[in-house]
């Protein structure tokens, strides 16, 4: 949008400035997989833009080349990101892939096969990475640990903030700095770009599994990368267009749909969750809450604007006391994925996370007694009531 909005503001608008003069109030849904080419011309002149990496052409020709209902949706997600340019795929992980595998159109000539990494990582994301499927080779360290991880060969660095399941900050300014020329992705779903512009920290590309916040009802599976640099964009289109990841456009109108509430839905989840992890702390059987401090360096100096609406917590008794926890809650959901509108509670070690190595569980705090709430919008009185009475 051309003035400076809040980010409220953004949520309503953006993404919906071409709809007065297509005659529309509510966001059109194209589901059309090809468009008609009149010209020949102008259908060639746009098929050479689009395997160039541009954005749009006169002529979108085909529905994996370009489709206006996830245009509309990409660019109300980089509005709200601060990017140039955002670019929508089949799922977050399908995103993630996306950003490892234009790293070989950047580098071109040159390929980079390695990757630094830090856990924890979604489950998903860090087995994408140990499998080696991509054929980069991964170094796993920490935040003090990256300068010395990088190589020549060096392609990316990524990060994940807040971290599934743990929850734990990164301060993305400083990954940025020790990954020096090397560009840095950060998965930052579980903040949403309501609490968090990882681009605004210098990061070279974001990422989203938008099935979470951004759809935000449990009914869309999705994932979003955004950018400010030129040259990642494009690549990030192309790789799009050859793997053929494309967001379903109704998928993406889910999205665009629910982007206006996505700052209320994100702000009162988090007053819940804020709320839960008092009570939780003081409940003797949890042994540890794990949620962000809002002392944390990385709030305090404004990376995070919330404390998000993830938690963690540890019970005694292993894998034997979570899943009698899930069995036994009656308003919480016992599932995986987040950002629902209802509370989802599941147990990281045997549902998310367990593709995880051993060593990897243990280096990013996935133990046998951890439990993962994903706040919805119900009241705390309600969610407490039912999670003591599962603990008890
Ligand atoms: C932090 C995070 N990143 C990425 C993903 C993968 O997203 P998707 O399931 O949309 O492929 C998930 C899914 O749970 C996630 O929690």
Not at 32 to 57: C, M, N, Q, R, W
């Amino acid at each position: 949008m051309e003035m400076a909005h809040s980010t409220e503001t953004l949520a309503v608008h953006a993404g919906r400035e071409d709809f007065s003069a297509l005659g529309v109030h509510a966001p059109p849904l194209d589901l059309s997989s090809t468009y008609p080419v009149p010209h020949l011309e102008e259908g060639i002149a746009s098929l050479d833009a689009f395997v160039e990496g541009k954005a749009s052409a006169v002529n979108p020709i085909y529905s994996r080349l370009y489709n206006p209902t996830v245009a509309n949706f990409e660019k109300a997600l980089a509005d709200l990101e601060g990017a140039t340019d955002a670019v929508a795929y089949a799922s977050g992980m399908a995103a993630t892939t996306a950003a490892l595998m234009a790293t070989r159109i950047l580098y071109g000539e040159k390929p980079r096969n390695h990757v630094v990494a830090m856990r924890p990582l979604y489950g998903g994301t860090d087995h994408l990475l140990s499998s080696g499927l991509l054929g980069f080779e991964v170094t796993w360290t920490n935040a003090e640990g990256i300068a010395d991880a990088i190589r020549a060969d060096t392609a990316l660095v990524m990060v994940e903030t807040p971290a599934n399941p743990t929850c734990k900050l990164m301060d993305i300014e400083a990954v940025v700095q020790a990954a020096g020329e090397i560009p840095v992705f950060v998965d930052s779903t579980f903040a949403t770009p309501i609490f968090q512009n990882p681009l605004e920290w210098g990061a070279t590309v974001v990422m989203h599994s938008a099935t979470k916040f951004l759809g935000g009802h449990g009914d869309v599976l999705a994932g979003v990368l955004a950018t400010k640099n030129e040259k990642w964009a494009a690549a990030l289109r192309q790789v799009r267009i050859v793997t053929g990841a494309n967001l379903h456009p109704l998928a993406a109108w889910l999205c665009i749909r629910s982007m206006p509430t996505l700052p209320m839905r994100v702000e009162r989840a988090t007053m819940t969750a804020t709320d839960l992890s008092e009570r939780l702390a003081k409940h003797p059987a949890v042994q540890a809450v794990y949620y962000p401090k809002a002392d944390d360096p990385v709030l305090q100096k404004g990376q995070m604007k919330g404390r998000g609406a993830l938690l963690a917590f540890e019970i005694a008794g292993g894998t034997e006391a979570a899943a009698k926890l899930m069995a036994r809650v009656r308003l919480c959901v016992p599932a995986v994925s987040l950002g629902s509108t209802d509370t989802l509670i599941q147990h990281p070690a045997g549902l998310t996370h367990r593709v995880l190595s051993p060593e990897a569980k243990e280096e990013a705090g996935v133990t046998d007694g951890l439990i993962r709430l994903s706040v919805g919008l119900e009241s705390a009185d309600d969610l407490w009531a039912d999670i003591r009475q599962a603990l008890e």
